[in-house]
Structures are given as C-alpha cells and as structure tokens.
T-cell receptor, first 112, second 110 residues
Framework: DTEVTQTPKHLVMGMTNKKSLKCEQH?????MYWYKQKAKKPPELMFV???????INESVPSRFSPECPNSSLLNLHLHALQPEDSALYLC???????????FGSGTRLTVV | QKEVEQNSGPLSVPEGAIASLNCTYS??????FFWYRQYSGKSPELIMF????GDKEDGRFTAQLNKASQYVSLLIRDSQPSDSATYLC??????????FGAGTRLFVKA
C-alpha cells in the first residue's frame, strides 16, 4: 500500500461548526504532516508528527488542533474557523530524515 | 530565512521539446532536493529526488544538482501535453521540514 488516504475530499463548514479531517497511511512511515495550500501558492507547513509526537507546530492558530492517535492515523480538528481558512488541506507522510513526501489527495475546505 | 526560488512561468514548450525548470536555494546546509508535480486541483506528487551533486535520470526526467552554486534543475525530455502542470522544487535541510518553492507552471503545446 503506497497511498495516503484523506477524508473527506470536500468540506463546507460554518464559522461556528466543529469538524475533523482524517488521514491514514499504511506505509510504515514514521512522520506525518499537515499542510495548507491556497490557490496558486506552494504548500505551507502546519504540523509535523514524528513517532506519534508533535515535533513541529508552525505557529498555527489554536482553532486548528492536530491529533495523532497512532502511527497510521492523523487528524486535524477544526473549530471556529474563519473564511480565510478556506484552502486545500494536505496530509503527507515520509519515512523521515532525508526522504520525500507521499501526499494524500487533500480536503478542499470552504468556510462560510 | 531559508528560501527556495523558482521562476513562476508560465514556461511554454512545444510537444517533443526539452523543458528546463530551475530552482535556487539559500541554505548551504540543505541535504536533499525534490521535484513535485502538481496538476490543477490535485495534490503534489513526488517525481524526482536527488541528494548528491551531478545528474540523476529516471525515464524522461533528469534532475541536476550543483551544491556549490545552490542550484537544482529538472529536465523533461520529449515533453508531452500530459506534462502540463506546476512543478514545485523542494529542499530539506535535515529533520522533517521541507521548504517549497512557489512553483513553475509548465504548458506543453500539442
């Protein structure tokens, strides 16, 4: 299995809603990532988990809350988002160190 | 501030030609270098990685690295319309953090 699976593919939420994005990989990768990508911009790193522990938080607002229940799963909990948070949210995994990423297909989030 | 610079394009080449994409980076301690292809509305896909100075070939793709000049390039031979996409250069300096360039849009005209 060489895939990273993200759900849902599309999400529309109101500014008072709470929702979660999910990501799963079965490649035995030890690092998992959340990226945010706006149109015509490169991916921006949000969080990195290494061996199920949060190792990097790129000063992301607390309305985004990551969780890594086990080595295969990564969640991103969303609460009280703003319209400017609308973007493509990408999950990725890597063996770590010098390796490249395998990205999931992303969740297209719209905040209304 | 670590930076990765790319020409945003668009770069337009005729079908069958060689497309040359370039990237420079600021951190001399960078250790690994990647090219990702991203089709419109899709997620990035890793197509090449290179760790050592010189050339690395994989099918129609060649990655070139010159650490002294802090320069990475991607050559696409026999370009096809299906190669039309945004190509993201990415650099790792150790650890888990990757810095992405803004991407170069490539159009291959049939």
């Amino acid at each position: 299995d060489t895939e990273v699976t993200q759900t849902p593919k599309h999400l529309v939420m109101g500014m008072t809603n709470k929702k979660s994005l999910k990501c799963e990989q079965h490649m035995g990768h030890r690092a998992m990532y959340w990226y945010k990508q706006k149109a015509k911009k490169p991916p921006e790193l949000m969080f990195v988990y290494s061996y199920e522990k949060l190792s990097i938080n790129e000063s992301v607002p607390s309305r985004f809350s990551p969780e890594c229940p086990n080595s295969s799963l990564l969640n991103l909990h969303l609460h009280a988002l703003q319209p400017e948070d609308s973007a493509l949210y990408l999950c990725a995994s890597s063996q770590g160190g010098i390796d490249g990423y395998t990205f999931g297909s992303g969740t297209r989030l719209t905040v209304v | 501030q670590k930076e990765v610079e790319q020409n945003s394009g668009p770069l337009s080449v005729p079908e069958g030609a060689i497309a040359s994409l370039n990237c420079t980076y600021s951190d001399r301690g960078s250790q690994s270098f990647f090219w990702y292809r991203q089709y419109s509305g899709k997620s990035p896909e890793l197509i090449m990685f290179i760790y050592s100075n010189g050339d690395k070939e994989d099918g129609r793709f060649t990655a070139q690295l010159n650490k002294a000049s802090q320069y990475v390039s991607l050559l696409i031979r026999d370009s096809q319309p299906s190669d039309s996409a945004t190509y993201l250069c990415a650099v790792k300096s150790g650890g888990f953090k990757t810095i992405f360039g803004a991407g170069t849009r490539l159009f291959v005209k049939a």
